[in-house]
Every structure is written in structure tokens, then in C-alpha cells.
């Protein structure tokens, strides 16, 4: 019984070997740009360039790509004997964000994104233009061992641009109203200090951390008039108040 068993194992494995020599081929891919694209053999993913597979003999449908270059697509004819072998270049993808946007090369209009185009090694400069949002420039260096995607231009609504420029100044306009400063108050003769209306304290007084903003400062002591006047506190300042207040009539 062992021999059976011992000649089923043997057949199996010269079957094994049979098919692996005489009924696959291998491929090899390999890609110059960029230098790790992702493969696909009949929609399957198989890995990354550069890459040896085995694949049984007949046509198969290879794809190579990877995110901002243009997919490289095509047939292997697998025979055995006859290695195959594939070696890619893919394009960069040249993109705005929205598409749609006239692109120039170093000063040369190319055509409107998206498109693929084929660059050397060397350093651009990349002009988008797209009717009512804001022009985008930028330069961008390709080397000789690339694998990264050429920049996504981000274009602008000018409508954007204009309300950030109006907030922009609305603010640099407006009296700080963030962080703390402090108010000191001296008067003749020494009163009660109140701030929008709670009491404070009597002068002299300074009063640390007051948030940023306009209050209403009054003095009061009997037989004097009250003293009000409105204060302006700036973050990280102090704020001087020196006050005289006047006797009452009798």
C-alpha cells in the first residue's frame, strides 16, 4: 500500500512539474517612471515594479498605474521557453483642482487639465488659468528616478479670494478683542472704581488680566460728582486712567 501511496506522491509532483514548465511562461515588468507603479494581470493586483510572475501560457491583460501618472495598459502573449518582458514609462498627469484650467509650461501653453503629458529631468515652471477663479504658479522639479506625482494645482474661486480679502481688512480694522491687558486708575481724590458697572475696587487700583474689549469705567465718591468714560483695553497693554473729580454744588 506505501508503494501506491509513494507512486500517487510522485505522479502528482512530476504533474506538478509538467504543468509549471510546459504550461506557463514568466514575465518580468518593470517601470522607469514611476519606479513602484502597481500591477494588475487580468484584474487581479499582482504587486509592484519592478516584478517577476509566472503566469500560465496565453494572452493576459496587463495594467500598470499608479495615482498622477497616466495607466499604461497592454497584452503579454505568455509562451514557454520565452520569457516576456515589459519595461513601462508612464506620463504625469498634469491637474487643477476644479479641471478645466489652461496650463503653460515654462511659458508655453500645453492644452487644459486633466491631461498626461511626458516631461524630462529638469525644473518647470507651471502656470493654470481658469475663467473666475484666481491664476496659480508654481515650479516643480522632475528628476531623473521619479515616483511622485507632479503637485495638484488648487485653484480659487475669485469670489473666494475677494470675500477673504474683505474679511481680511474688516479685521485688521477691528480693535483686538482676544487675550488680556490691564487697566490702572489713579484719582484726586481716592474713589470707588467701577467697571461696566461693578465695583472694583477704590484708587489707586490696577486691575490684571481684563479681557480685551471696551468697558465702561465710572468713579464715584460722596460729595463728588461721577466720573464716566469709556476705556479701551488691548491685549498684553496696560491701560492709564488719571482722573480729577469735582465736588458737588452745595
Same mark, same amino acid.
Given at each position: 500500500m506505501k508503494y501506491v501511496i509513494l507512486a500517487i506522491v510522485l505522479l502528482m509532483i512530476i504533474? =506538478? #512539474? #509538467?504543468?509549471?514548465? $510546459?504550461? +506557463? &511562461? $514568466?514575465? +518580468?515588468? !518593470?517601470?522607469?517612471?514611476? #519606479?513602484? %507603479? $502597481?500591477v494588475r494581470i487580468d484584474g487581479n493586483e499582482v504587486g509592484e515594479t519592478p516584478m517577476k510572475i509566472r503566469l500560465r501560457k496565453g494572452i493576459h491583460e496587463v495594467k500598470v498605474y499608479k495615482e498622477g501618472f497616466e495607466p499604461w495598459e497592454g497584452q503579454a502573449t505568455i509562451k514557454v =521557453? /520565452?520569457?516576456? +518582458?515589459?519595461?513601462?514609462? #508612464?506620463?504625469?498627469?498634469v491637474k /487643477?483642482?476644479?479641471? &478645466? %484650467? +489652461?496650463?503653460?509650461?515654462? !511659458?508655453?501653453e500645453i492644452g487644459v487639465t486633466d491631461m498626461p503629458i511626458d516631461l524630462a529631468a529638469g525644473v518647470y515652471t507651471f502656470e493654470f488659468k481658469k475663467e473666475g477663479y484666481g491664476r496659480v504658479k508654481f515650479m516643480a522639479e522632475v528628476p531623473n528616478n521619479v515616483s511622485a506625482p507632479l503637485p495638484v494645482a488648487p485653484l480659487v474661486a475669485l469670489k473666494d479670494i475677494r470675500k477673504e480679502q474683505q474679511e481680511a481688512m474688516a479685521e485688521a480694522e477691528r480693535p483686538s478683542v482676544s487675550g488680556y491687558g490691564s487697566i490702572q486708575v489713579n484719582s484726586t481724590p481716592d474713589a470707588q472704581v467701577f467697571l461696566d458697572g461693578e465695583l472694583q475696587g477704590e484708587t489707586p487700583l490696577t486691575m490684571a488680566k481684563v479681557r480685551a474689549g471696551s468697558y465702561v469705567l465710572k468713579l464715584s465718591r460722596e460729595g463728588y460728582k461721577d466720573l464716566r468714560q469709556t476705556v479701551y483695553v488691548n491685549k498684553g497693554e496696560t491701560t492709564k486712567i488719571a482722573a480729577e473729580l469735582k465736588p458737588t454744588e452745595d
Open positions: 504533474a =506538478g #512539474l #509538467l504543468y509549471y514548465y $510546459v504550461f +506557463t &511562461g $514568466v514575465i +518580468t515588468i !518593470d517601470s522607469q517612471r514611476p #519606479l513602484d %507603479a $502597481v =521557453g /520565452s520569457p516576456e +518582458t515589459f519595461s513601462v514609462k #508612464l506620463r504625469f498627469m /487643477s483642482e476644479p479641471p &478645466g %484650467a +489652461t496650463v503653460k509650461i515654462n !511659458d508655453e
